[in-house]
């Protein structure tokens, strides 16, 4: 039993052999914290200044749009930079717009139009952060290690979701929003580190390829996924979550202000049940070591399926329960569908793959922010919740049986009938166990 128990520990952490990764996962730890602090800041400060749901949904078209503007061409540019450059020039300017908003809060002239610009200006980072740090993360631990180095990132993701907003909704209360936004600042000072000590020496090499330009390279990437239909099915799915489903930087500060009317130290904790559900999603996902078309699946149903179940909540306790189960399919969905993606990927592509991965998820999610405020301002968290518990959940259905469909098609042409053709093998993307 210890010797089995040894065994998964050292596969769930395989990563952090390499000096790189433990540096990046190190800075990204106290970075991520900082981060979450912001994020649930922003929306309970933007609440208290406007007193209206649908200002929330504004605040998320603000910091979504630079992604539906600009995220299919952002794998591109990955593709053609460097991703440890890269990388360390996005954490600098979220540096510098987190110290914004802590200017103006702390000075007491923060305005709405203000929240909004430099909510946006951060999404025009975000835009190259996101693929730039999936790319550094392939460069640190290689093909073999990547399923696992993937769930690890979720994992700190998600663990930072626990500490930021428990400690945000804490700060909040006594302190107000600026030292949230202003130990945020600060806290991209060590991821900034941990980069500047990496040894470029130990990274991954990548196979030689011509960089691309902006627009061949991204029509290239996009036929390249359009030929897998896995690839398809990941990337639909991934496109009704991010639009329908993943809100919850609208949903859930309106849910504890005007549905079950608490206070920031809820909303906080609230947020931070989420992240406990999802980091231990994360951890099981690590633990598997290899994408999994099944987890995915099971993921995306246990994460809409919850969805579904909070519309009619009442009762904080209840709310964090589910919200509790809703992080934990969520993770796990994310982990696998991402893990698929990138080992799917040659080398030259994977920055355009991964690009269009993450504009699947966010490159609708300004629109997503407007509809959830609306729904919220004019039904409630129960019609939000609500619609995106049935889209979700129908979307995984189909999604279920396309994956079965490709399945059996693959095992089909493995395994020609006597008689009728020559086989064509079709290794399947991603493990189905």
């Known amino acids: 039993m210890t010797a089995a128990l040894l065994r998964l520990n050292r596969r769930t952490f395989s990563s952090f052999k390499y000096r790189n990764y433990r540096l990046f996962f190190a800075g990204q730890a106290i970075s991520q914290t900082g981060s979450w602090m912001q994020r649930i800041a922003l929306g309970w400060f933007v609440l208290q200044i406007t007193h209206d749901a649908f200002s929330v949904g504004i605040m998320a078209l603000a910091q979504f749009l630079p992604f539906m503007v600009f995220g299919l061409f952002a794998g591109v540019i990955t593709d053609r930079l460097d991703a440890r450059r890269l990388v360390l020039s996005t954490q600098a300017a979220q540096l510098v717009t987190g110290s914004a908003l802590a200017w103006i809060a702390l000075g007491g002239f923060a305005q709405p139009w203000m929240l909004y610009t430099i909510a946006f200006l951060n999404g025009l980072v975000l835009v190259l952060d996101v693929p730039s740090r999936q790319q550094l993360t392939y460069r640190m631990v290689g093909r073999e290690a990547l399923p696992n180095a993937i769930a690890l990132n979720s994992s700190l993701f998600n663990a930072s979701r626990i500490f930021g907003p428990a400690t945000a909704g804490l700060l909040y209360g006594l302190t107000g929003a600026g030292v949230c936004f202003l130990v945020n600042a600060i806290s991209f000072l060590a991821v900034l580190l941990g980069l500047f000590a990496m040894r470029t020496r130990d990274f991954f090499e990548l196979e030689e390829f011509e960089r691309p330009t902006i627009l061949r390279g991204t029509r290239e990437g996009l036929a390249y996924v359009l030929r897998d239909p896995r690839m398809v099915v990941v990337l639909a799915l991934t496109f009704v979550f991010g639009t329908f489903c993943f809100n919850f930087n609208v949903t859930l500060p309106v849910l504890a202000y005007a549905t079950l009317h608490t206070h920031a130290v809820v909303y906080g904790i609230l947020s931070a049940l989420f992240g406990a559900g999802a980091l231990v999603g994360a951890l099981a996902a690590a633990s598997l070591g290899r994408a999994s078309a099944k987890a995915m699946i099971a993921g995306a149903l246990l994460f809409t399926g919850a969805e579904l179940l909070t519309a009619p909540v009442r009762s904080p306790i209840l709310a964090g329960a589910v919200l509790f189960a809703m992080g934990a399919g969520f993770t796990v969905w994310s982990a696998n569908s991402n893990a698929s993606m990138q080992l799917a990927a040659p080398d030259r592509l994977r920055g355009r793959v991964i690009g269009l991965y993450f504009y699947a998820f966010n490159g609708t999610a300004a629109l997503g922010g407007l509809l959830a405020g609306w729904l919220c301002a004019n039904g409630g968290t129960e019609l939000s919740f609500l619609v995106s518990g049935i889209v979700g959940l129908a979307a995984t259905g189909v999604a279920a049986a396309r994956v079965r469909r490709i399945r059996s098609?693959?095992?089909?042409?493995?395994?020609?009938?006597?008689?009728?053709?020559?086989?064509?093998?079709?290794?399947?993307?991603?493990?189905?166990?």
């Open 409 to 433: 098609g693959a095992r089909t042409r493995a395994h020609p009938v006597r008689g009728k053709g020559r086989s064509h093998l079709a290794a399947p993307q991603v493990e189905s166990t």
